[in-house]
């Protein structure tokens, strides 16, 4: 799409929930399920994150969750403005931090103190369960199945998603049916609990990583609450050990958990389900950076996005480089 016209919209929607003489609109991040713009009104800097799944269920989960939030003064969030479910959009004051790029021992326990302050609180909640969110662990299995079933629905009508139909049905595929005979090998020796009540669900931001923080003034911001529910505390940890744009070393990680104080959850037990599941996450991981590859129906406002060739190589080349870095071949 036009990018004159892509701002206009944006610009008309904003007008009609009240915002006048908008100027110096940008685009500041672009997904394959939302955008983000910076724009100014008189002298505010905002933001407003649109959201481009069908349906309003990704916008409703973020407002409820951030209502949550604010139940429990979360002092951490940047509180939104406005939802509105009719323009799928919502703002937000723009905060001028910046990205962390390189992690430390502090920042990791700051984050390790999000998640306890999220679950301290004894307010009954109404929460969902979060998007792909676990309550039977064999479902973190079938998660990573259900990311390699969607890819292979993909039509193959390139060169460059031959490349991507060839990886997938020699590397990807096989090293699911691997990882999974060894799970049941493994599960016989060490029988884990595999169905989780309610009560030892965690809350969860669950898209949980540096990605999705802001630092200013040493203080953490914690945004994109749009897959946020009820959750394993085990897939929680395993997608922030997986994040593929961070880099965690084993002693980051271990202070993260150590530093983790969750109810019905101790360190030990969870070690030993992250051992046995890790590997299925880092292969999910494999398919989600494959996205780009889905086959989508185009949106009702028909701005679906269409990636270039260039950016299905790229995320090719990343999905490779991933896969080699956590299982050693390729």
Known sequence: MN????????????????????????????????????????????????????????????KQFYEYLKKINNKNIIIPLIFCFKKNLSVYPFISGSKIKKINTNQIKKLSTFINKINNKKISTLLPKAVDGIQDRKDHLKLCEKKLNRLKKVKIDSLIKKDFSKFLHKKLIPKFKELKKNFDLNLKKVSPKMKLSKEEMIISPSDFGFHNIIKKNNKLFFIDFEYAGLDDPVKLICDFYCQPDQFLNAKQKKIFLENLYLKHHDSNKLNLYIDLFLPFHRLKWCCIILNIFKDTKPLKNKNSFKPTEKIMKTQLIKSKIYFKKNFGVI
Do not use: A, M
Request: proline share 0%.
């Open 3 to 62: 990018n004159n016209i892509e701002f206009n919209k944006v610009i008309s929607s904003l007008s009609d929930l009240g915002f006048k003489k908008i100027q110096k609109v940008k685009k500041i991040k672009y997904g394959i399920n939302s955008e983000v713009y910076k724009f100014k009104v008189d002298r505010l800097n905002l933001v407003t994150k649109l959201y481009k799944h069908r349906g309003n269920l990704r916008i409703r989960r973020e």
